[in-house]
């Protein structure tokens, strides 16, 4: 019997699709901490192994079996009779295991480093079996039986699995971090960059496989989908980029790389021998922006998602397939219009949503409820290699790097507590100072004050023009002294301080400033100030001090601004001043003692301080620094 060229082509595909798994896991292991990689590797080794069997022997026959009603299926059990019912056969059951295993992989990273392996088999075997499949019939139930199944029925498109895979792993994956919660700040982070670089390249070359294949043939449409798979590919990528540099998010290029390609790369699955080269650049572009975009939208709702698979899959899914209607050549709309198109493909992603990440979201409840699905926060700092495997390496690397850690943290510990002392001391001796000034210069100055005004009186009694002029001159020679003399007493001892605290303090400041002429202060608390320490309120106002008298003498600025906000994810308070002024050209080799002076207290506080700058562009001071108010 001769070997049909359409099952070779689709077993080649099938093997493609199935070197993603390697992708997947490089693309992981370079995300997370290496004190997890032997974890996440192992684990997907499970997966696939649960996977494989539970899809084969269950869900297979849910997605491709004879339909009930159009929303489940029911045959083909055991497999039998698979090539008595399409002339592909087992070689199609292959390719969509491969899918499927795809899929599950998938979420699974997204809640890397912090969730246990056993809650993450049984998400695995219950998605293979019935989540995946479930939502798979109703798309593509009729691909190998004769029948259309209610959503396929409809007119939805989905060429090679932008929803059937992406979106379905992406919601199952939504629904998982919500409910696992995100990992300790202090554990994040990525372990290889170059790993993560060779899975995301394994990946584009699987995909080849992935849209190829999904024609179920070894036509003409193969050239154009692989060739539409690496455009938009490239397309994101550049896309991502581009975003990335408009938004000016220095470094952080590196995640959108990543995003821009996978994005391109799912987006066209929806629709990958349907639309033309250029459609395919199209498509890839806008996807690869709106997939980098939301991974911003994640941080900023806090949704821990440890390989970026939400943003890749889930969102660059939704994108290709409400993309796909405006962008595929008309003929292969399944509906008369591309609007009507566009309102179906709609009605699929909803139906994936309601489905998919309610049931996921449900089943991951009642795991965290019954055997749990988090690790403690102690089995986090060691690391699941350790929790989960034991692994000896692991082990020795952790007690290393603890005692460093705790060696590091007590001699920073010893600095702070001696800088402190430093700046308690220093305060010390500017008390000092300030009195002396006050008993001595101060009251002499007073004190010639009053006998100029005394002898200012008898001149003027005498009627002689010249000599109380004279007099007029030195008194008010006398007041200014003297009035500078407060404020450098003032200046060495800030008393406001105590009576009014630090809030008090700072709008004191803002006032002092708007007295003056030519510029105007403006304060904004967006987040009011705790109590604090003297010592950190100490250094907080002299910052500020410093920063706003830098403002008055060298900016020639006409407005300054003073911003004080909370960061929630940083947990710091924000201080922030700035000007319009002239600006300067930032060389830190030849910043000025003020500048130094104040990067030096607030990193004695624990904190990060930055001072932007550009020519007739104004100045911006920033200062972020822990406070522990409770938040």
Known sequence: MELSLDIIWIVICGCFVFF???????????????KNIIFVSIENLLTFMVTTICFCLVGFPLMFGKTFHGIIGISLWGLKGITSQNDLGFAFVFIELMFAAVAVTIFAGAMSERTKIVPLQIAAFVS?????????????????????????????????????????????????????????????????????????????????????????????????????TNLSAAAGMAGALILNFLMKKNGGYLVSLFNGVLGGLVAITAGAFYCTPVAAI?????????????????????????????????????????????????????????????????????A????????????????????????TTEEEEKGLNIVEFEDYYSWEKYIEISGFEAEIKEKNSLLRKQARLLVVTEEQEREKLARDLHDGVGQSLAALKLMLGLAKKQVEDKKDERLSTNMEKALHLAETSLMEMREVLNNLSPKILEKKGLTGAIKALTQKVNELEKISCKLTIKDELPSVDDTIALNIYRVLQEALTNV????????????????????????????????????????????????????????????????????????????????
């Open 20 to 34: 993603m798994q390697a992708g997947l896991t490089c693309l992981e292991v370079g995300f997370i901490q290496s």
């Open 352 to 375: 994936n949503f309601i489905w998919v990440f309610g049931l996921s979201y449900i089943l991951f409840i009642i795991i965290d409820k019954t055997i749990g699905l988090r690790v």
């Open 552 to 631: 008055i003498k060298h900016a020639k600025a006409q407005n300054v601004f003073i911003t004080i906000s909370y960061d929630e994810v940083k947990k710091v308070y924000v201080f922030k001043v700035a000007d319009d002024g002239i600006g300067f050209h930032i060389n830190k080799n030849e910043l000025g003692l003020g500048i130094l002076s104040m990067g030096d207290r607030v990193k004695m506080l624990g904190g990060n301080f930055q001072v932007t700058s550009r020519l007739e562009g104004g100045t911006t001071v920033i200062m972020e620094v822990p406070v522990n108010d409770g938040k």
């Open 282 to 350: 199209e498509i890839g572009f806008i996807t690869g922006i709106i997939v980098d975009s939301s991974r911003y939208l994640l941080e900023r709702w806090k949704l821990d998602d440890a390989v970026n698979a939400i943003p890749a899959h889930l969102v660059g899914g939704i994108a290709g397939c409400l993309l796909l209607p405006f962008f595929i050549e008309e003929q292969y709309l399944n509906l008369p219009d591309r609007i009507s198109q566009f309102g179906v493909q709609v009605i699929g992603i909803l």
């Open 128 to 228: 293979s079996i019935l989540i995946y499949p479930i939502f798979g019939h109703w798309v593509w139930g009729g691909n190998f039986l004769n029948q259309s199944p209610w959503l396929q029925k409809l007119g939805f498109i989905d060429c090679a699995g932008a929803s059937v895979v992406h979106v379905t792993a992406g919601f199952i994956a939504l629904a998982g971090i919500t409910v696992v919660g995100g990992r300790k700040k202090a554990t994040s982070g990525r372990s290889n960059i170059p790993i993560a670089t060779l899975g995301v390249f394994i990946l584009w070359f699987g995909w080849m496989g992935f849209n190829g294949g999904s024609t179920f043939r070894f036509s003409e449409e193969v050239g154009i989908a692989v060739l539409n």
